[in-house]
C-alpha cells in the first residue's frame, strides 16, 4: 500500500512540475517586455520627448484611409503591423500606407498564435508577409510584431536567425474595458502614461475599434501639448538606448 501511495504521489507531483513549466512558458510567451530569444523591444530609453503610435491588422477597405487623413491633417508619421492576407486583398491601400511615409511592419500572415508552432509555419508566416510589404513598395527595415503578442520557442528563434527585431509596447489603451468604451478615458490613460520613447498600440482598421478612431486626434493632440512628438518605431529605437 504505501508503495502505491508513493506511486500516486510521485505521479502527482511530476503532473504538477508539468503543469508548472507550461505556466512559466506560458508566461515567457505573453511578455511583452521578455523573449527566449533574438531582440525585443517594447519601449526605448531616451530624453527626448519622443513617441511612437503603432496600428495592428489591416489595410481595411472601410477605414485605412480615414486613418491615413487624421495622420496627414496632424502630419504623424506612425508605424503599421499589416497581416500579408490582408495586404494582398488590399494591395492599393498597402502601397497608399507606403506613399504617405509611414513604417510598415510584419504582423504574420494569418494573424495566428505563435506559441508551440512549427518552424515551417513560422517561416511562412513571416517570409510571405514580407514579400507582400515589398510588393507593396516598401523598402526600409521590416520589424516584427507577434499577433495578440504571443510568441514562443520557433518564433523568436526564427527571427534572432535572421537578424529581426520584435516590437511589443508599452502603453496600450484598448486592453482596459472601462477605458476602451470611452474615446475620453482612452485618451487620458495615453497621456498619464506616455513617456519619452514609449510604444502605442493601437487597432483601428475594424467597426469594432471605432472609440479608437474617435480618440486618436485627441491623443496627438493631447501628446502634442504635453511637448511630445512623433517617430517611427524605427526612428525611435535610432533615438536611444532599446529597452
Known sequence: MRTGRKLVMGGALALAAV??????????????TYQAFGDLVWRVETAAPV???????????????EVLAILRAH????????????????????????AA??????????HRRMIFTLPATVAREVEDTDAAIRAAGYAGEILFRPPYGKKLL?????????????????????????MAASPEAMTAHVLDRARPGSIVI???MYPSRETSRQALP?????????????ATVSGL?????VR
Open 75 to 98: 502630419d504623424v508619421p506612425a508605424t503599421f503591423f499589416l497581416t500579408g492576407r490582408e495586404i494582398e486583398a488590399n494591395p492599393d491601400l498597402a502601397r497608399a500606407i507606403v
Open 154 to 178: 520557433a518564433l523568436p528563434w526564427y527571427l534572432s536567425r535572421h537578424g529581426r527585431t520584435s516590437v511589443t509596447w508599452d502603453i496600450e489603451p484598448e486592453s482596459h474595458p472601462a
Open 51 to 65: 513617441i511612437a503610435l503603432t496600428f495592428d491588422d489591416g489595410p481595411s477597405p472601410r477605414y485605412t484611409q
Open 101 to 110: 511615409g509611414h513604417e510598415v511592419g510584419n504582423h504574420s500572415y494569418s
Open 19 to 32: 503543469v508548472l513549466a507550461l505556466a512559466g512558458l506560458r508566461q515567457v510567451g505573453n511578455a511583452r
Open 237 to 241: 529605437i535610432a533615438a536611444g538606448q
Open 202 to 204: 493601437m487597432h483601428v
Open 218 to 230: 485627441a491623443i496627438i493632440e493631447g501628446l502634442r501639448a504635453k511637448g511630445f512628438f512623433f
